[in-house]
């Protein structure tokens, strides 16, 4: 497992010199980036199936299956799993397309040494924000599922949640105590 400030990017560009360049920029950038490259859509997806990433990085003018055909059969596999587009084709329709289609980020490649700056930034705050929403889940699960009773109250004393444990103590449901002062129970 890695740590916790590791991040473990796959990207997926059919030009294996771009490629290279990307992967060398992100890990001067942050050496806390590990990037997979492939080389295209389908060997990105092979690599999807065997490994755990943090995010991906894709071209969109790919042979065979372009980047916005990547990312539907990513999201089919993964839902939420931060994908950035990173194209050299920068277009209205493309952007349009992208977003429909779930992208994470969009970003044009452009012959400057900072868009890597712009990339892994932008590359840490989406993999935080996934982290981040991962953990929230986790805990709002064990909340629910937890056996004992919970509930939260705002400082007016009234509840802004009840797990299903707390309101079966009282022989409430726990949408009739939220929003209700806690002596209803008294």
Not at 34 to 54: C, I, K, M, Q
Not at 126 to 136: G, I, L, M, S, T
Not at 152 to 169: F, P, T
């Amino acid at each position: 497992m890695h740590s916790e400030a590791s991040i473990h990017v796959l990207h997926v560009d059919d030009e294996p010199e771009f490629a290279e360049l990307t992967s060398e920029f992100l890990k001067r950038e942050n050496d806390d980036f590990t990037v997979t490259t492939a080389t295209s859509a389908s060997e990105g997806v092979e690599y999807l199936s065997r490994g755990d990433f943090d995010c991906i990085v894709s071209d969109y003018d790919m042979p065979t299956q372009n980047g916005i055909d990547f990312l539907k059969s990513v999201r089919e596999m993964f839902p939420d799993l931060p994908f950035v587009l990173f194209t050299g084709k920068g277009s209205e329709e493309i952007a349009g397309e992208a977003i429909s289609a779930g992208v994470t980020d969009y970003l044009q490649k452009k012959r400057v040494a900072d868009q890597y700056t712009v990339l892994a930034n932008r590359l840490r705050n989406a993999v935080e924000r996934h982290r981040a929403e991962k953990e929230r889940k986790r805990q709002r699960k064990a909340i629910e599922t937890a056996q004992e009773g919970i509930s939260i109250l705002n400082e007016d004393g009234e509840y802004i949640y009840v797990n299903q444990a707390y309101a079966d103590i009282y022989g409430y449901d726990p949408d009739e105590m939220e929003g209700e002062h806690w002596e209803l129970i008294y």
